[in-house]
């Protein structure tokens, strides 16, 4: 296999084990608080699909896990964390989306046509842009996916996070997810998992297997094997950059430059 064919193969085992996440979440059955359920897997696959082929194309030394999709963001473009205007500009993504057919009035879905900026994509990709230059550059060695691909509204049009929802229907979202996460983590193969906050990083620990190192510990010495065998592989988190965070308005981007650096994934500027 060249290389080129392997850089096929990879995108595209990534690509069908998203679609088997849209698809299985999709059957999931939500009540309680839950109002409304967006997948941006289904209605932004198009934009999704690319993001996977363009940048999910090589094995990865670092995988960054989010949350779930933020609703300016992953809601209406279908990439991680995905602003818009970084999307557009510096991805070099911008597909149609149609949105889903059932909506919240204060949060619709006007895909690359929001006119509203996710504070959180910004500052991700922006911290990734200063550091790395081109897209190019920063996806040889990175990769960003979200551990749940579905956004959950309460009536009123508050976002409802996963860890809130009711155990038995976190139970089955939660299988399905811990499932897709295995797969990228054996496809990309990466040495590290950084939770983007401490909810991914403690989801990736369940899904893989690994205990969680003690908060006083500053470096996980936490090893485990892939599925693949190949590579150990080191779960740790860093700050999550949600303006909901005082922590993170003051100053995301070199903390969590520092907290890199820290763990031996980024060398010292």
Not at 24 to 47: E, I, M, S
Not at 78 to 88: K, L, M, Q, Y
Not at 155 to 177: H, M, S, V, W, Y
Request: with cysteine; glycine share 8%; proline share 8%.
């Amino acid at each position: 296999m060249n290389h080129s064919d392997n850089e096929q193969s990879i995108s595209t085992t990534v690509e069908q084990s998203a679609r088997r996440l849209a698809d299985r979440a999709d059957a999931l059955v939500f009540g309680g608080r839950t109002a409304y359920v967006y997948n941006p897997l289904q209605y932004a696959w198009a934009p999704h699909a690319a993001y996977i082929r363009t940048f999910g194309n090589s094995r990865k030394r670092v995988l960054f896990l989010g949350m779930n999709p933020g609703p300016w963001g992953m809601a209406q473009t279908g990439v991680p964390f995905g602003e818009i205007t970084a999307v557009r500009t510096w991805l070099g993504i911008d597909n149609s989306v149609t949105g889903p057919v059932l909506q919240h009035p204060k949060k619709p879905i006007r895909g690359f046509n929001c006119t509203r900026s996710e504070v959180s994509g910004r500052r991700l990709w922006g911290l990734m842009q200063e550091r790395f230059g081109s897209a190019q550059d920063f996806f040889a060695d990175h990769y960003v996916a979200n551990y749940c691909p579905l956004i959950f509204l309460e009536e009123g049009g508050k976002n409802l996070t996963p860890d809130k929802l009711p155990a038995a229907e976190r139970e089955g979202l939660f299988e399905i997810c811990d499932a897709h996460l295995r797969e990228l983590v054996a496809f990309l193969q990466p040495e590290y998992v950084i939770g983007v906050g401490k909810f991914a990083a403690a989801r990736a620990h369940a899904a893989l297997s690994i205990p969680a190192a003690p908060e006083d510990t500053p470096v996980s010495p936490v090893t485990a094997a892939t599925e693949s065998g190949i590579r150990p592989l080191v779960i740790d988190s860093i700050l999550h950059p949600s303006p909901a965070s005082p922590l993170a308005n003051r100053g995301w981007a070199p903390q969590v430059s520092q907290k890199l650096v820290t763990l031996g994934i980024w060398d010292q500027i």
